[in-house]
Nanobody, 121 residues
């Protein structure tokens, strides 16, 4: 099993910044892709950013130019730097990893429990 633990969420004023972290642990064989999703109340979960093992990234249109996803491959950790935050960014942010464990050759999606980000004055 692979465990994901997020940190770095909190309350920030509009225009402020936050840096989210997600550390993967457990019986990891390989992590192919790591990503951040978010879900606001009464809304569907949406992809925020994704990064693969080649360093290729994808961003939601709503955060392009304001967010940067990065990854520490040696530590199995992914980060999301969020700048110029808006009230619309308020949501629970979930870490995602597409990975295989030592007990299986098949990759699957793993999820963290989420960290709250609130943007408000």
């Amino acid at each position: 099993q692979v465990q994901l633990v997020e940190s770095g969420g909190g309350l920030v004023q509009p225009g402020g910044s936050l840096r989210l972290s997600c550390a993967a642990s457990g019986s990891i064989r390989v992590i192919n892709t790591m990503a951040w999703y978010r879900q606001a109340p009464e809304k569907q979960r949406e992809l925020v950013a994704r990064i693969d093992n080649s360093g290729s990234t994808n961003y939601a249109d709503s955060v392009k130019g304001r967010c940067t996803i990065s990854r520490d491959y040696a530590e199995n950790t992914v980060y999301l730097q969020m700048n110029s935050l808006k009230p619309e960014d308020t949501a629970v942010y979930y870490c995602n990893a597409y990975a295989s464990s030592r007990w299986s050759n098949t990759a699957r999606n793993y999820w963290g429990q989420g960290t709250q980000v609130t943007v408000s004055s």
